[in-house]
């Protein structure tokens, strides 16, 4: 990919050019910041912005247009496409404690999956998109089958604290969480969805901010960020 898209804290969202390093696009709609942004998995002809307005928009990435708003009146923490169907389903995980499924051409509510006790900070999909896991403020990561608002797993642990930020391993086998007590934690994402005691990574500072962390496309490295500005490299 050539292109970034970025959402901030003034309602736009922004395509960048990587080799460039300048702003392509500018895309104004939202009256309050921009939580969260995704490409559309179809070549990112489109793409999703969820804001503080308590909406999320669907835009056309080359003309601007906003094709379509969907709100069920919760501020949208973080999107996810549905990967077996992106042009058709995506996933809202909300300050409400849900996260919720819409038919992206009706713009309805198709599925509630309501068991957390806190706002949902990520989703993210396993299992060949058969599986899909939340983690929220509440300490807790949940396990449900796609289209059953039923758990099927809890995860929680007198020790765990809230994981902002969810990354698959480019092998399809573990899933990799920054936790907010300053490490990053590996779980598997098949199977008992175990955590891999093991495999956890320290050395940086997120107690308090949702830092970003990120796998190599090769499996090698974690990148993660820093509440001090830097930016960590480690070994998988």
């Given at each position: 990919?050539?292109?970034?898209?970025?959402g901030g804290l003034d309602g736009k969202c922004k395509v960048w050019s990587l080799p460039l390093k300048q702003v392509?696009?500018?895309?104004?709609?939202h009256r309050a910041a921009v939580r969260d942004v995704q490409f559309s998995p179809n070549?990112?002809?489109?793409?999703?912005s969820a804001s503080y307005d308590r909406y999320v928009r669907l835009w056309n990435t080359e003309t601007g247009e906003v094709l379509q708003t969907y709100t069920n009146r919760r501020v949208p923490y973080c999107l996810q496409y549905y990967p077996k169907k992106p042009d058709k389903f995506f996933c809202v995980g909300g300050s409400d404690h849900k996260v919720v499924t819409y038919d992206i051409e009706s713009g309805e509510i198709?599925?509630?999956?309501?068991?957390?006790?806190?706002?949902?900070?990520?989703?993210?999909?396993?299992?060949?998109?058969?599986?899909?896991?939340?983690?929220?403020?509440?300490?807790k990561i949940l396990?449900?089958?796609?289209?059953?608002g039923v758990p099927i797993k809890y995860i929680s642990d007198p020790t765990m604290h809230s994981i902002p930020v969810f990354r698959m391993h480019p092998t399809q086998l573990y899933l990799a969480g920054q936790s907010l007590d300053n490490q990053i934690v590996v779980y598997q994402s098949h199977g008992k969805f175990a955590q891999q005691r093991k495999k956890n990574f320290k050395g940086h500072n997120t107690s308090g901010y949702a830092c970003d962390v990120d796998i190599s496309p090769d499996g090698q490295f974690v990148v993660s960020g820093d509440s001090g500005g830097?930016?960590?490299f480690l070994g998988w």
């Open positions: 990919g050539h292109l970034m898209l970025s392509m696009r500018t895309y104004i709609g070549a990112g002809v489109t793409f999703l198709v599925q509630e999956y309501n068991h957390h006790l806190a706002p949902v900070n990520a989703i993210l999909f396993c299992e060949d998109a058969k599986k899909m896991v939340t983690s929220s403020d509440d300490k396990v449900w089958e796609w289209d059953i830097g930016v960590f």
